[in-house]
């Protein structure tokens, strides 16, 4: 017996050191590539000195764009056209567009994608007016560091954990027992005898899940915009106090037109992650209970379900979502620098 | 399935880890020996494995420790005669790597799949390769189920290797006695002492306890709960037909299996003992539906043999003890004997005389009982199986069962399910099911759109 558990300890071992062997050797190998490239290069002179510069500094690049980026999403592409159930599946065909097809007609999918719709309109908007609203509020207050730690610090935390927090909050146990979550406490406290299950009544959880995701993005729309506001010249204020503008007045006129590229840059990153969001919906219930959104159901269809083909339909379609929001964001950065 | 360990985190020595870093292994077959040794001695019994010293095979399953160290220990003796070393690797994402591993050229010699559907999927990718001769003989001492599970579109290529028995009911001897309840011999008794039972019950005390959260996975055990019903009302053939979709779950004689699990686990009269309504299954896990048990305030779990793991330490489990289990009676009793288990399957991606000599060894009896020797809570349906090795009541009383002949055996069908609804629709669907209380038809009708077509 003890010979047995020797083995079974030295197998596994074996089995970590050999590894770790193999990470230490392909690391210290890249680096080695590295260092005789740029060792080569450096002594390089003369016509092919710049071409060659120019082939390094974008080669690895380049090669790891095309290998972590192009290739995979032309095999998602290429996979989403065909018929496809699972890894490795011999005799699979083109089917043309019908995983689309089906994306869009399937009930459960519809739903899915109305789900992801309503998100990427009311976590954006509701992240950035409470950010907002924080940011002017404690803009002049005494220890403004304070509360706008305390709205900041949620950034800080991971989607999951985000949502394990909250997932104690929305607990629910008969109102008969002693409550463990937080909200039902504080509601039955205030009259409500018999609270429903939050996480299971629907539609209220899914808005029940949508303020993890503003609790989070709050903080970093009040960080990024206050400083926004911050950076309007005290003169131009002032100015427009002298012309008789005050308070939502200034606000809507003054504050908000000079901090409008901000604005834009806080509510299309707020969206590219809305619309992305996996780990919540995941960790919460798993899409259960309809709160199912796109990139969730993607994951189940391509790992769990295996329907590869009906996953990377899934997956596609979440990429053309977010294109226009990358695109919109790149060209106002853009022309906000010629502008400087 | 879901039945294994938390992996164990193993804790690494770096002492030792320094001398052992120097030789990498290679897990490559190499046969030497041309001529046959003979073993003597103890070793005389592997003769027939012999002749493939220093060869490694490489097996790959979703066992984790401390349940995967007693396969290790129930083969060393094997290792040590044979001169075959097995390296096996465990996995808590089994079901996703091994379809990752396999298109990615990096297939394991032998694999443990614990779900029909897989295997199924692994043969049409064309890398799984056929049984040697041994192992087909050795497949006769199983329930001709069994080779069914282990075989696709008729061609045999997984011997099964443990099984697990889901047809239970746990429930307390001591609560029974204390109050003079008899263990029911048929469905009909089952639920007039579950009637008996709510009207004596109190508080938060039901006849009735159960739990479907799991993760990812939420939803099995209701999809045990239905498949007991349909096996046990209409038998292994409408069974059969119902996992190959010719009986949909729009069936009429589906449908009245849900009404007959709606009045039984969805009778707000009965469920759910120490959580509270119906609901609460939903959101329950299945390690903490049964624990009301211990607190009289739930009388019975259906749920399968290795719930065994999830009693606190401590627990005595026997027809004496906190807690024991009976076989879940048949709906219809003109059903002879149904049993429903799950069990994994050896699944060869390599045919070199090493790895059959492994696939040979472990389809034998003999492996079977040196694994029952090694360790409690595992079982094994291979009908030479010696009985009497079994130490634990609930392996005994799984043992019987599954190792009987004359059982109308039938394996998880949402394992056996194409994964797209047996580990997507239907978990979904009868998540909703329970906790939001969607109607019999729109379940069904929700599980059976989410059948491939193509």
Not at chain 1, 97 to 126: G, H
Not at chain 1, 153 to 170: H, N
Not at chain 2, 176 to 186: E, L, M, Q, R
């Amino acid at each position: 017996m003890t010979t047995a558990y020797v083995a079974l300890a030295s197998s596994t071992l074996g089995q970590a050191a050999s590894t770790l062997f193999g990470v230490v050797e392909a690391v210290g190998g890249f680096i080695a590539i590295l260092l005789i490239v740029f060792f080569v290069a450096g002594r390089v002179t003369g016509r092919l000195q710049r071409p060659i510069a120019i082939v390094i500094c974008l080669g690895p690049a380049l090669f790891l764009v095309t290998l972590g980026l192009i290739i995979p999403a032309i095999t998602t592409i290429n996979n989403s056209l065909r018929n496809q159930q699972f890894l490795g599946q011999l005799k699979t065909k083109y089917i043309g567009f019908k995983n689309y097809t089906y994306a869009f007609t399937d009930p459960y999918t519809q739903q899915t994608i109305i789900r992801t719709v309503l998100w990427l309109l009311i976590v954006p908007a509701m992240a950035v007016f409470v950010g907002l609203l924080v940011a002017l509020l404690v803009d002049r207050m005494r220890y403004a560091s304070i509360p706008k730690t305390m709205v900041f610090l949620p950034t800080a935390i991971s989607f999951v954990g985000a949502s394990v927090i909250w997932s104690y909050v929305y607990n629910y146990k008969a109102p008969s027992l002693p409550q463990t979550g937080l909200l039902s406490q504080v509601v039955m406290k205030l009259g409500w005898s018999n609270p429903p299950n939050w996480l299971i009544t629907v539609p209220l959880n899914t808005f029940l899940e949508m303020i993890i995701m503003i609790w989070i993005q709050a903080g970093f729309a009040m960080v990024i915009l206050g400083a926004a506001l911050k950076g309007i010249p005290d003169e131009i204020i002032e100015s427009a106090r002298l012309d008789g503008a005050s308070g939502i007045k200034l606000f809507r006129t003054v504050q908000i037109p000079m901090i409008r590229t901000t604005l834009v840059v806080v509510v299309t990153t707020v969206m590219i992650t809305t619309l992305k969001v996996f780990d919540i919906v995941f960790t919460i219930n798993n899409g259960n209970f309809s709160t199912d959104v796109l990139a969730r159901q993607m994951y189940a269809d391509m790992f769990v379900t295996n329907q590869v083909s009906r996953g990377s339909a899934l997956a596609v379609i979440l990429f053309l979502a977010v294109t226009p929001l990358i695109y919109y964001n790149v060209r106002t950065l853009r022309r906000e620098r010629e502008i400087r | 399935m879901k039945r294994h360990a938390r992996f164990a985190t193993a804790a690494v020595g770096v002492a030792a880890l320094a001398t052992v870093a120097g030789c990498s292994s290679g897990s490559s077959n190499t046969p030497t020996a041309s001529a046959v040794p003979t073993l003597t001695g103890d070793c005389a019994q592997y003769q027939a494995y012999a002749g493939h010293s220093g060869s490694t095979v490489t097996m790959f399953g979703s066992i984790l420790s401390p349940e995967s160290d007693s396969l290790n220990k129930s083969w060393a003796d094997f290792q040590k005669c044979t001169g075959i070393t097995i390296q096996y690797t465990g996995s808590n994402t089994f079901e996703s790597d091994l379809p990752v591993k396999v298109n990615g050229g990096n297939a394991p010699n032998l694999a443990i799949i614990p779900q029909p559907g897989l295997l199924q999927q692994m043969v049409a990718t064309g890398t799984v390769k056929k049984p040697p001769a041994g192992t087909v003989a050795n497949e006769a001492n199983w329930n001709d189920a069994w080779k069914g599970y282990g075989s696709v579109d008729g061609t045999f290529y997984a011997a099964p290797m443990s099984a697990n028995m889901k047809t239970l009911v746990w429930y307390s001897p001591k609560y029974f006695a204390d109050n003079g309840f008899k263990v029911p011999t048929t469905w009909a008794e089952m639920m007039t002492l579950s009637a008996q039972m709510a009207s004596k019950m109190t508080g938060p005390a039901k006849p009735w306890c159960g739990g479907i959260g799991s993760g990812t996975a939420s939803g099995w055990p209701a999809t045990d709960w239905l498949e007991e019903v349909v096996l046990g009302t209409y038998g292994g053939q409408v069974y059969d037909d119902w996992i190959s979709h010719k009986v949909k779950f729009s069936d009429p004689q589906i449908q009245t299996a849900m009404q007959t699990v709606a009045s039984w686990l969805q009778n707000p009269a009965w469920v759910n003992g120490g959580y509270g309504n119906v609901a609460t299954i939903a959101t329950t896990t299945f390690q903490d539906a049964g624990l009301p048990i211990l607190k009289n305030e739930c009388g019975m779990l259906q749920q399968a043999s290795f719930y065994e793991a999830q009693w606190p330490k401590g627990t005595k489990v026997g027809p004496d003890g906190d807690v024991f289990a009976f076989k879940l009676p048949a709906v219809d009793p003109s059903i002879t004997n149904p049993v429903e288990g799950g069990g994994e399957f050896v699944t060869a991606f390599a045919d070199d005389p090493a790895t059959q000599a492994v696939q040979n060894y472990l389809s034998s009896p003999q492996w079977a009982d040196s694994r029952i020797k090694v360790a409690p809570g595992w079982v094994s349906a291979n009908e030479k199986v010696d009985q009497t090795l079994y130490t634990d009541p609930i392996d005994q009383l799984s043992a019987k069962y599954l190792a009987d002949p004359t059982a109308t055996f039938r394996f998880d069908a949402s394992d056996a399910m194409p994964a797209a609804v047996g580990s997507g629709a239907e978990w979904k669907a009868m998540v909703d099911w329970f906790g939001s209380g969607k109607s019999i038809k729109d379940v069904a009708a929700e599980i059976d759109a989410a059948w491939p077509t193509s």
